[in-house]
């Protein structure tokens, strides 16, 4: 190594020295200034994380609903369309839908293929004028993918009889726990329901368990009945209509070739996996996607608009300081490493207390979700997310100080001091 060299290094050892000694300075004597950047960062670096996890949450959490089902294919009668009725839901387009699913259970690979429908019901709880909508939801059946947290499942779907609709109603009903709360009722309570307000005032049922599944998959609070039970207080006995057939494939089939087969023998119906069942339903979104896809972007961009006029007015704001240091024969090149020592310090200070501050704002925002929408975990963050924030916190920070330092020295000192 030359002296040359060595001479270079010590030199530039020295700047750094000297520019980390400047840097602490203007930090003790302007705190509150530099103090309202750091908080300013910190807002800015909050949006980002909070904005970009609430849209992954969205995708995941749709992606999950679907998962948790426990089902490996869905099949439907054309789009996957949403409805506001009766709060939310699914529009019922599948119709038939008990014998389509007896043909598609004898197929090759199939282990079990179960119709569910989704209707607006009227619900009371004493059968007087005092109804609410809500969705009411059909299954053929318990079984292990209906979650139950307090009192029993519910015992089968006896009504059904082979289609003749003449079995023994069990009149049993499963709340989710906000249905629950909104109508005052608990386990071995009855309430009545029913497609039309005659209806529901002729159909007494009894709580028998409190289940979140299908809450959680709608977003909406539901009421889940048998099927047939579903069909008769609706009147839909004669078309049974269905929003989904729910397959489950045998362990030893590959459920690609399942697919395959299922859509050349039926190709009048649309055969779809979680995962592409989730994007036709989100679709159907569009527009509500493309809200959150640009506020996701105003976030990014007005967390780096933010961070660069908070760096820029604080350097700015410093011109006597860094004057005054000219004239004392600070060179600009010093001035400049200071500046940049500021912008990375309040990024790094910024950046690092909204990163800390993120998990409990997720933990707050994802029970007001839960409490609003239904949905648990809503927004969730992930290690890019944090490194993006951070990123831009520290980055845009550095080249903020720059211009504006760079600005700054193209100013005359005795300009500044006059």
């Known amino acids: 190594m030359s002296d040359r060299y060595r001479r270079s290094m010590t030199r530039q050892g020295t700047r ?111 059968g007087s004028d005092d109804f609410r909508t809500f969705v009411g939801t059909g299954i053929p059946g318990g079984g292990s993918s209906i979650q139950v947290t307090d009192g029993d499942a519910l015992e089968g779907d006896p009504y059904y009889a082979n289609g003749t609709y ?128 640009t506020l996701v972007a105003v976030a990014i961009g007005a967390g780096v608009a933010l961070t660069f006029s908070l760096l820029s007015l604080v350097i700015y704001q410093q011109r006597p300081t860094f004057a005054a240091l000219t004239v004392q024969g600070v060179s600009p090149p010093l001035l400049l490493m200071t500046v940049i020592g500021q912008g990375l310090c309040i990024g790094l200070l910024g950046g690092g207390l909204g990163i800390v501050l993120t998990p409990p704002a997720v933990v707050a925002l994802n029970r007001l979700a839960t409490a609003v929408v239904g949905f648990d975990g809503l927004i969730q963050t992930a290690p890019w997310i944090y490194a993006l924030a951070l990123a831009i916190a520290m980055g845009i920070g550095s080249v903020a100080a720059v211009v504006a330092g760079w600005r700054v020295s193209q100013t005359p000192p005795l300009e500044v001091l006059s």
């Not at 009903?173 to 386990?187: F, G, N, P, Y």
């Not at 362990?251 to 779809?272: F, G, N, Q, S």
Request: hydrophobic residues 40%; glycine residues 10%.
């Open 166 to 293: 003449g079995g023994e109603m069990t009149r049993e009903v499963l709340l989710d726990a906000e249905t629950a709360r909104s109508l005052d009722v608990s386990v071995g309570d009855t309430v009545h329901i029913g497609g039309s307000l005659a209806a529901a005032r002729e159909n007494e049922f009894t709580v028998v368990g409190i289940s979140p599944t299908f809450e959680r998959m709608l977003g909406t609070p539901t009421v889940t009945m048998p099927l047939s039970e579903l069909h008769q207080v609706t009147g839909n006995t004669r078309t049974e209509p269905a929003t989904f057939l729910a397959i489950t494939v045998e362990d030893d089939a590959r459920i690609e070739t399942v697919k395959r087969e299922l859509t050349e023998e039926y190709p009048e119906y649309e055969i779809r996996s979680n995962q592409e069942q989730l994007e036709a339903v989100l679709q159907e979104q569009v527009v509500l996607l493309a809200a959150g896809g």
């Open 16 to 126: 750094l020295r000297a520019a980390g000694r400047l840097t602490i300075a203007q930090f003790r004597d302007q705190k509150v200034r530099l103090s309202l950047a750091v908080v300013g960062v910190t807002l800015a670096v909050l949006a980002i994380t909070l904005l970009a996890g609430a849209g992954v949450g969205v995708l995941e959490t749709g992606e999950q609903q679907f998962q948790t089902a426990d089902r490996d294919l869905w099949v439907t009668s054309g789009d996957t369309r949403l409805t506001t009725a009766g709060g939310g839901g699914f529009e019922n387009t599948l119709y038939d839908s008990r014998n389509l699913s007896a043909e598609m259970e004898s197929h090759d690979g199939v282990a079990l293929a179960a119709p569910l429908a989704f209707e607006t019901v009227y619900v009371s709880t004493d």
